[in-house]
Structure formats: C-alpha cells, structure tokens
C-alpha cells in the first residue's frame, strides 16, 4: 500500500473510533445526569466542600472523555501521516 492510500486507511480508521467513543460518550452521559440531579449529589447547591470536588469531577469527566477521543483519533492520523 502507497503512503496516500495509508494515509486514507488511517483516517477512515480513526473516524471508526471517534464514532465509536462518540456513542460510548452517549451511554455516560445518562449516568452523569442522574448523579448530579438534586435526589443524588445536588450539584446545584452542594453542602460541603468535598460535594462540590465531587460535582466538579463530575463535571469534567464528560469534557475530559470528549478530548480524550478527539486526541486518539487526530493522534492516530498524524502518526501516520509522517511516517
């Protein structure tokens, strides 16, 4: 296989995981919703301090998870692109 055709393989390849982390990300985001509504944590107004690390966290997680997938993917491209 030439390097362009690499190259197309690669970037179709980290589409696949960037939609599959995509609908991973999905079956979190339910979780993360129940959690932080008022019958569980009650990130809306947390008592203690250690309530509102936890929101915080909570918080994050969904971020952290989104930038996670979008750097495997762009990662997987770039690596190969320059080889």
Do not use: E, W
Not at 21 to 28: A, D, E
């Amino acid at each position: 296989m030439n390097k362009k055709g690499a190259v197309g393989f690669v970037i179709l390849t980290a589409i696949v995981y960037f939609m599959f982390g995509m609908v991973t990300y999905q079956f979190l985001k339910p979780d993360i919703a129940i959690q932080r509504d008022a019958s569980h944590m009650n990130c809306s107004a947390p008592d203690t301090s250690g309530d509102k690390v936890i929101c915080l966290i909570l918080d994050s997680v969904v971020i952290l998870v989104v930038i996670t997938i979008i750097s495997a993917a762009g990662g997987m491209i770039t690596n190969r692109a320059l080889k």
